[in-house]
């Protein structure tokens, strides 16, 4: 098993420029999420998906949407990127987000936005 | 709104020193867990503790759950090479918001 795959593993934008990150498991994981960790700062959440058909915003929403394609697979999209969002992108699954269970993280987005 | 603060921020130890991380909230915590994330990687699941005053040991690490449920630690004895990282714990309140604190990063010196 892969666990949760992301790609790409480093991108470079400019400002303005818009981009997909992917990530998918193969866990079977009803909720997943959506990271972003700068220096100093921790992990902030973005948005999650609790289950196949629901996403919600996090902590630090503005910026970005998310789709949950299936029960697999949870995109992130910056539709106009800023310098404000280099950061490291980190997507997660959990079996069930309800019941606080532990979280699966993937290997991590590099983003730097010029 | 819930903040969830971990200190210290960093700590330098000398090989085979103990080291305590402390994880405190401005409200009442759920069920606290902590992740391991070592430089350049992701975050690992360590643990989750659930009941008030919960202690629980993995070989070298200790987790206690306060009293209150506001505050948690991490202890580990006798330091090694292999612990160099960020610990960070994190909570789920009950409007569904996961916080994570912002992390305590151990440097051993060898």
């Known amino acids: 098993n892969a666990g949760v795959t992301q790609t790409p593993k480093f991108q470079v934008l400019k400002t303005g420029q818009s981009m997909t990150l992917q990530c998918a498991q193969d866990m079977n994981h009803n909720s997943m999420y959506w990271y972003r960790q700068d220096p100093g700062m921790g992990l902030r959440l973005i948005y999650y998906?609790?289950?196949?058909?629901?996403?919600d915003k996090g902590e630090v929403p503005n910026g970005y949407n998310v789709s949950r394609l299936n029960k697999r697979e949870f995109s992130l999209r910056l539709e106009s990127a800023a310098p404000s969002q280099t950061s490291v992108y980190f997507c997660?699954?959990?079996?069930?987000?309800?019941?606080?269970?532990?979280?699966?993280f993937g290997p991590g987005t590099r983003l730097t936005v010029l | 709104g819930q903040q969830v603060m971990q200190i210290p921020q960093y700590q330098h130890v000398q090989e085979g020193e103990d080291f305590t991380t402390y994880c405190n909230s401005s409200?009442?915590?759920?069920?606290i867990q902590w992740y391991k994330q070592r430089p350049g990687g992701h975050p690992v699941f360590l643990i989750q503790l659930v009941k008030s005053g919960e202690v629980k040991k993995q070989k070298r690490l200790t987790f206690q759950f306060g009293e209150a449920k506001k505050n948690s630690s991490l202890h580990i004895t006798a330091t090694q090479t292999t612990d160099v990282g960020t610990y960070f714990c994190?909570?789920?309140?009950?409007?569904?918001?996961?916080?994570f604190g912002k992390g305590t990063r151990l440097h051993i010196l060898p």
């Open positions: 997660a699954s959990s079996e069930w987000m309800r019941s606080w269970d532990e979280q699966f």
């Open positions: 998906s609790a289950s196949e058909g629901t996403t």
């Open positions: 409200t009442t915590l759920s069920n």
């Open positions: 994190a909570d789920k309140n009950r409007d569904d918001k996961i916080i």
